[in-house]
């Protein structure tokens, strides 16, 4: 399984639909691979930031059996239809 911004992505969907499609997770883009300004220079927490969180990788089988376990029961099943909403400072 993987798993991006706590979003479980299906095996059907490839990462080009993700790029191609500007899908956008829970706290900003799932997938980003453009340039990008020297976080040194610009260092404001309210400003949205186009950096990419890194993924994870599980075996289906650990994911069953500790489901109920941080960080597991925060991971949900991607959906394209759902808007995640914006991105918030809190």
Request: aromatic fraction near 16%; glycine fraction near 6%.
């Amino acid at each position: 399984m993987y798993i991006k911004e706590d979003l479980i992505i299906p095996t059907h969907y490839t990462f080009y639909d993700f790029i191609i499609n500007k899908a956008r997770g829970k706290s900003g883009p799932l997938f980003s691979f453009g340039e990008h300004e020297d976080v040194r220079l610009v260092n404001d927490a309210t400003i949205e930031k186009e950096d990419v969180h890194v993924g994870k990788v599980c075996e289906r089988s650990w994911y069953e059996k500790n489901k109920h376990i941080f960080p597991a029961n925060r991971w949900e099943l991607y959906d394209p239809q759902k808007d995640y909403g914006g991105y918030a400072v809190k």
